[in-house]
């Protein structure tokens, strides 16, 4: 396991561990395979099987916390994420032309089926940030800061050293924090309700794409959720 410095300051290289990550994926699967019987079936079961056949090696290589990494897992696993956001973008544009081809006889049912849709697009979206974020979860808590890809995001932790004293002893070139899991699931909700970048910034022309898309869904399907909900209760 390689040790990594920021400046003067060692970084932290304890792995993350695998299971925030696996439960994000088994919730957007479940929340995915469990939409309506008009959503494409077939193709939800064949992502569904797809998914969880991915995980099994994934979780082979690194049971309990992310300490190693081959092309082939890193491929594999980015792979996952990028299968789990095409297939609901494809539910998503589903989902839109029912809400707006009229009527209002299922209209609870597709309500709940655009929370699902929002919920697990949240989810796929983190894990792809995850996954592609300075190299990936492997590469930013083992290689040293020098040998890290260019960052696609900047979390405030990454800007913090010259705060008070108080905010600066969380910052990254004090301690070597590295995201998590949970910061990217936090910034892809929060990117989903505001509809912009709160606390994290893209800084890559992929990143400023992924959010850019995963924010124009959100909004898109925020405004027909609320103009179906009106035609339906009012």
Known sequence: MLSGMSDSVKRGARAEYRWPAVLGLLIALALYATLPSTFLPGLRYTVVAIGLALLI?????????????????????????????????????????????????????????????????VIAFA??????????????????????PPADFRFPQDEDHDAIEEVAARSSH????????????????????????????????????????ESFGAFVLLALVIAHAVALFG
């Open 57 to 121: 090696p994934l979780i082979a290589l690194n049971p309990h916390r992310l300490h190693r990494e081959t092309r082939w897992s890193k491929n594999l696993a980015t792979g996952q994420a990028v299968l789990l956001v095409v297939a609901n973008e494809v539910a998503l544009v589903q989902l839109v032309i029912q809400l707006t081809s009229g009527g209002t006889g299922d209209g609870p049912t597709l309500l709940l089926a655009a929370l699902q849709v929002w919920v697990t697009n």
């Open 174 to 213: 004090r301690t070597g924090w590295v995201a998590s899991y949970v910061d990217y699931v936090y910034f892809s909700l929060s990117n989903s309700m505001a509809f912009s970048p709160t606390d994290a910034m893209p800084l890559s022309v992929r990143a400023k794409v992924l959010m850019g898309l």
């Open 127 to 148: 894990l792809v940030y995850w996954e592609l974020d300075r190299g990936g979860p492997v590469s930013r808590r083992h290689a040293d800061r020098v040998d890290l």
